[in-house]
């Protein structure tokens, strides 16, 4: 591979430096625009052997895994940079679809404040790895700290690596979520038949004060319920589901929507997950809540009852089956929090639909932009989108707006 020095001139969408090299990019992992480096080539991508001459942006990493874990991209970025570049991503996937709605300040996470993490279980001679993915790469860091993760989580993990090491064969996954009920962990592909096994996962819910561990989606062990707690009452999470990442950014993402509703009479909220929207909605309005899990409608409707709030939830799968227009018919507002997929087939029934607000909510910028193109040529208007951003220093980022007509 070649070796030469590069000008780094912008940074791209996933946080690596950019050069121009022939006139084609280079992508250059751990740079920073204004920086010279010494990098070695290999096709389009450029590996970082010295930085010759640093840009007043870069800083000091927070984490001693940075670098090789293939979490954090740009622990190297100061702050106010950093925001501008997390800006820009969504400005630019806005602009692919010739969209020119203003973009506001990112509301940041702040760092030790993830809830939720999946760490890959490794067995080998020297014991049991449990860790996230290399950049890049499928071999694992040992995380030993994250400076994104509660501290909770963190805490957890030398339990993990000595309580399991016996119980994994070669490789398995660990999902850690803390609840408002205390950590939940959710194992996959770990031996839990037998006594034995069984009591080890026992030991192991004691010793980490776990709140729940399960086994392949079977409780061994529940402590005390793993709830997510909001304005209606709490809910009952079932194994390893979706809660937004940061108490911050779901705090931001519930008010957003709560404006957009204000005092509308029947809201329906769709891809409803555990209820993080119908729970936390003005208790005047009605609202019908729709989802695809079964685990998460089970939870939601247990909820929706205890709470004694007008929230009616139905299982459904939007993507095959969206609701259509006639379907529609009665609701004031539409809450749309879909998977990084986006919703096109129920956007498009939205936009000829009479509903006269939509509230989007999206972790993927390029299919926000796609389903918000449907919504303005069908006559509505956006003020604003709101980057949300729960991934502190990656590449990912939540958006949040309001369409109306």
């Not at 507002?333 to 939205?350: F, H, N, S």
């Amino acid at each position: 591979m070649t070796e030469r020095t590069v000008a780094i001139d912008s940074l791209g969408a996933q946080g690596d430096g950019i050069a121009q090299v022939d006139g084609k990019p280079l992508y250059v992992p751990f740079t920073l625009p204004g920086e010279r480096a010494r990098v070695r080539m290999d096709g389009e991508r450029g590996e970082l052997i010295a930085v010759e001459q640093e840009s007043p942006d870069r800083i000091a990493p927070v984490c001693p895994h940075f670098g090789v874990c293939g979490g954090c991209a740009l622990q190297h970025l100061a702050a106010v940079p950093y925001r501008a570049w997390k800006q820009r991503t969504v400005v630019t996937a806005l602009s692919h679809r010739g969209l020119e709605i203003p973009v506001l300040d990112p509301l940041v996470s702040p760092p030790a404040s993830r809830r939720r993490a999946r760490f890959a279980l490794k067995r080998t001679g020297r014991g049991l790895i449990v860790g996230f993915a290399e950049r890049r790469s499928h071999r694992l860091v040992e995380v030993t700290a994250c400076s994104v993760l509660r501290p909770e989580i963190v805490a957890a993990l030398p339990l993990l690596r000595r309580h399991l090491v016996a119980l994994v064969s070669r490789e398995a996954a660990a999902t850690l979520t803390l609840t408002d009920g205390g950590l939940d962990v959710a194992l996959d592909g770990v031996k839990a038949a037998g006594q034995e096994r069984l009591a080890a996962l026992a030991s192991l819910a004691e010793a980490g004060d776990f709140a729940r561990l399960t086994s392949d989606g079977e409780t061994i062990v529940e402590r005390r319920a793993p709830v997510a707690r909001f304005a209606a009452g709490e809910v009952t999470l079932p194994p390893a589901s979706f809660l937004q990442a940061t108490r911050d950014g779901e705090t931001a993402l519930i008010h957003a929507a709560q404006q957009a509703v204000d005092q509308a009479a029947r809201v329906v909220d769709l891809f409803a997950g555990v209820g993080t929207f119908a729970l936390s909605l003005p208790q005047a309005s009605l609202v019908h809540a729709v989802e695809s899990d079964a685990a998460a409608v089970r939870a939601l409707s247990d909820a929706a009852r205890r709470s004694g709030r007008k929230i009616v939830v139905e299982r459904r799968d939007l993507f095959r089956n969206p609701l259509l227009p006639v379907e529609l018919q009665g609701y004031d507002v539409a809450i749309v929090d879909p998977p990084r997929a986006g919703a096109q087939a129920q956007v498009a029934a939205l936009a000829v639909s009479t509903v006269s607000t939509v509230m989007m909510v999206s972790c993927n910028p390029a299919t926000f932009a796609r389903d918000a193109r449907v919504l303005l040529d069908a006559g509505f208007s956006c003020r604003a989108v709101q980057p949300v951003d729960q991934f502190l220093w990656s590449p990912h980022v939540e958006l949040a707006a309001a369409f109306r007509r």
